[in-house]
């Protein structure tokens, strides 16, 4: 799996490791560097996502978890903030309900809201939500989303709509903060805020791209909470 890292380790910090959403990875870039101003931040891609190697074979949101937990004991001896976006989101739930590395989760625009979990639902808060999508960032997902192919891409949506983010959640023991879009069609404020401690940010279900800076204090207070 291929990570890139910002930022430089401070004393009595954890470190950052993000996942990204669907089969996309660049576009977190620069949230990732804002949380480098303050910590080191990793980017994880998943197994035959963005730029990472293929699998043996399609992945289900549990195996996902387990090579995010795999690469934790490989490369983070010390507790780990770990992060998601969209349906990283489900993928890093999963992965905090078993793994001793993780000392905080936060969710980013969590998905997968009962409301839209149907095909059809979901299919269509995606369009309304991709037509208020800024062309710049839907360039620099389409390279990716290309690489994926559309096979791919439905197996993950297939999995990730029916994957139920709050089952995982029940396991989870360290703190938990969930971050959404004020704008955000693909997860409602009310779902959310039964997952963790909710703050809002600017911006659509990819503020992270649009606004990279307003995540990083909710985030950096939630570092030094659990360094406590």
Request: positive net charge; glycine residues 12%; aromatic residues 6%.
């Given at each position: 799996m291929r990570s890139r890292t910002?930022?430089?380790?401070?004393?009595?910090?954890?470190?950052?490791v993000l996942v990204p959403g669907l089969a996309v990875a660049d576009y977190l870039l620069p949230g990732l560097a804002a949380w480098g101003e303050w910590t080191r931040a990793h980017l994880l891609e998943l197994?035959?996502?963005?730029?990472?190697?293929?699998?043996?074979?399609e992945l289900s949101v549990a195996e996902y978890s387990r090579a995010v937990t795999g690469w934790l004991a490989a490369h983070r001896p010390d507790p780990v903030i770990l992060a998601g976006h969209s349906s990283g989101t489900q993928v890093v739930a999963e992965a905090a309900a078993g793994a001793a590395e993780v000392a905080g989760l936060v969710l980013a625009?969590?998905?997968t809201d009962p409301a839209v979990r149907g095909r059809f639902p979901l299919a269509a808060r995606w369009a309304v939500e991709g037509l208020t999508q800024p062309p710049a960032l839907t360039a620099t997902q389409a390279t990716e989303?290309?690489?994926?192919?559309?096979?791919?891409?439905?197996?993950?949506v297939?999995?990730?709509?029916?994957?139920?983010?709050?089952?995982?959640?029940?396991?989870?023991?360290v703190p938990?903060?969930?971050?959404?879009?004020?704008?955000?069609?693909?997860?409602?404020?009310?779902?959310?805020?039964?997952l963790g401690?909710?703050?809002?940010?600017?911006?659509?279900?990819?503020?992270?791209?649009?606004?990279?800076?307003?995540w990083s204090e909710p985030v950096r207070q939630l570092a030094a909470l659990v360094s406590r």
């Open positions: 910002l930022g430089t380790p401070r004393p009595g910090v954890p470190e950052i197994p035959g996502q963005a730029g990472s190697g293929e699998p043996p074979y625009g969590p998905m989303w290309w690489r994926a192919g559309p096979r791919r891409l439905t197996h993950l297939g999995i990730h709509r029916r994957h139920r983010i709050e089952d995982p959640l029940r396991r989870v023991t938990v903060l969930v971050l959404r879009g004020r704008r955000d069609r693909l997860c409602s404020a009310a779902w959310t805020r039964r401690r909710q703050v809002e940010m600017p911006g659509a279900h990819c503020f992270p791209w649009s606004h990279p800076h307003a």
